[in-house]
């Protein structure tokens, strides 16, 4: 899953070379010329290590040092850039690591020692950590272990225990140098993390001025959180995590759970059978209504009447033991292992003022809507529990993460989801997932949600993050009034609607892309600037030369040198 951006620069390593000193000697400069998107035509002559590439009308060449093998092949005067180069049975591929591993070429551990190190022989390990968290990963991430753990035991071993060497820190970051690599060089989802999280926080504080609605007081145990709690959380896709406010504080899914066991039901049953039992379609009426559509099947997963029916799929013929148990591991696998709870009380104080609930399950029974044999007062016991569901907003941002990523959760790299159960989950969520607000909120945010009576908001953004606000006071449809006002601050500022990425549409920022709103520049000239940007992650061990003479086309060509990187 993860891409990593160094094959590029291997790529653009066929016209690099080491620059010609005097007899003897060899200085420690390496030469690395600018990548253009489209090569025309190219052609290599080994004999004198002389590689020219034609780029219209515009000759560019470069020298190879005499005991170095050229990167590319001669292939009827065109360049094959994928193709495995062999030359005495050796692979390109081989050739690479061959010259890496003899110091020719920097490693990537090199690489990421040297762009935190700015400079400098040591790195305070403080100022790896802070330069970690600003591209979005924590340190108690699950695929950090191993750096982590590295990091922590070779401290102790440091005279001062604070400072890494070189040396020190490529055997901490060794284990996991593909995953630092990918987010130093800004190759996750949201490159420019630190940016996009202040405009979340600055959403977060507008929103929490707001002062209307009320906690839920028909579950006794609800009206008890106190009206001024506010938290927002998100998880990318790549594992980019921030949260803001009261985000540790546990609260119950209530009806967030619907679209995650309906998601569970899929998994294990697939889509027709589900759905012979459950609706598609938004009711338009309230969640909690007596009331089935024209085939006396409940509307759709959403509403009160599919969830319970969607309980009774679950594991038919376990008791309830297990089935709680099984739904469980789900979610806590969906949220990457982080924080899911029970709350005892809530599930007591649910069944003890469930009247409402009691009797969509017994009319639910009188139109044999549930599976044959199913024991009804049973299932409603499962239902209550799984309304009372702890999570926090962390724990919850990396659940709403799993499904924006098809199911993978993001922290972990495990499969918990079919696609095929993803897909309809969301699709649900976006027509009948914020009660009788799901048309408005479609129109407006364009984005698959949740809401539920806690005062949480489950928000997906397909291929981007989750994400998870949490107030307890409510509208008067029952969704979290702060939540709502954040979800829709969230899609005028970012272009995170369904829609908003349609051709000649308004621009609106898109964290998607460095910068905010500019395409990067992949075919045409580039400036020095942004090259240097591209190339070398601003990176103050890449150092600007001038073009050389014989580059006649000075707007897409210029020659970079790395300094003192080689033994």
Not at 117 to 140: M, R, S, Y
Not at 169 to 185: D, E, G, P, S, Y
Request: charge should be neutral.
């Amino acid at each position: 899953m993860l891409h990593f951006g160094f094959s590029t620069l291997l790529k653009e390593l066929f016209k690099a070379n080491l620059k010609r000193t005097s007899a003897g000697a060899r200085q420690r400069n390496w030469w690395l010329a600018t990548r253009h998107c489209c090569f025309r035509t190219a052609s290599v002559d080994c004999r004198s290590t002389q590689l020219t590439v034609l780029h219209g009308s515009t000759l560019r060449t470069a020298y190879h040092a005499a005991n170095s093998r050229p990167y590319c092949t001669k292939a009827e005067g065109e360049l094959k850039m994928n193709e495995p180069t062999k030359k005495d049975g050796v692979s390109r591929e081989e050739a690479t690591d061959k010259r890496r591993n003899s110091g020719i070429l920097p490693s990537l551990e090199d690489l990421l020692f040297y762009t935190v190190a700015e400079g400098q022989e040591k790195i305070p390990a403080h100022k790896f950590l802070t330069a970690l968290k600003a591209t979005g990963l924590l340190t108690g991430d699950p695929r950090l272990k191993e750096c982590m753990e590295t990091l922590k035991e070779t401290l102790k071993t440091t005279p001062d225990g604070v400072t890494l060497d070189k040396h020190l820190f490529k055997k901490c970051v060794q284990h996991n140098i593909v995953l630092l690599t990918q987010a130093f060089r800004k190759k996750f989802v949201i490159p420019d993390f630190q940016s996009f999280t202040s405009h979340i926080d600055e959403l977060y504080e507008s929103a929490k001025n707001l002062c209307g609605g009320q906690v839920a007081d028909y579950i006794p145990q609800l009206a008890k959180f106190s009206p001024d709690l506010w938290a927002v959380s998100l998880c990318t896709v790549d594992g980019q995590r921030h949260t803001v406010g009261d985000s540790k504080v546990p609260f119950c899914l209530q009806s967030c759970v619907k679209p995650l066991k309906y998601a569970v039901a899929v998994h294990d049953h697939g889509t027709e059978y589900v759905h012979s039992f459950i609706g598609k379609e938004p009711s338009g009426l309230r969640f909690n209504k007596l009331f089935l559509d024209e085939d006396d099947k409940p509307h759709n997963p959403m509403v009160n009447a599919g969830a319970i029916v969607c309980t009774s799929l679950i594991k038919q013929g376990e008791g309830n033991a297990e089935k709680f148990d099984y739904i469980m591991n789900f979610l806590k696998n969906m949220a990457g292992n982080e924080y899911v709870g029970f709350s005892n009380a809530t599930f007591q104080s649910e069944r003890e003022s469930g009247d409402r609930n009691f009797a969509i399950g017994y009319y639910l029974k009188e139109k044999k809507c549930f599976p044959e044999g199913t024991d009804m007062t049973s299932v409603l016991d499962l239902y209550f529990q799984l309304c009372s569901i702890e999570v926090t907003c962390e724990s919850a941002s990396v659940m709403a993460a799993t499904l924006a990523n098809g199911g993978i959760c993001p922290i972990t790299g495990e499969r918990v989801l079919s696609p095929e159960a993803v897909r309809n989950t969301l699709s649900l969520m976006h027509s009948c997932g914020m009660y009788d607000f799901s048309g408005q909120f479609a129109f407006h945010v364009g984005l698959p949600a949740k809401s539920g009576v806690a005062g949480g908001i489950l928000l997906v953004v397909p291929n981007v993050m989750g994400i998870v606000c949490w107030s307890p006071p409510l509208d008067k449809l029952g969704n979290s009034v702060r939540g709502i006002q954040f979800c829709t601050d969230l899609v005028e500022h970012f272009n995170f609607h369904n829609y908003d990425n349609l051709r000649h549409f308004a621009k609106k920022h898109d964290p998607r892309r460095e910068g905010g709103d500019q395409r990067q520049q992949c075919f045409g000239p580039m400036d020095y600037d942004s090259l240097q940007q591209e190339l070398a992650l601003k990176a103050p061990f890449w150092k600007k030369v001038s073009p050389t003479e014989s580059h006649q086309d000075t707007s897409t060509t210029v020659v970079y040198r790395v300094d003192n990187v080689s033994k």
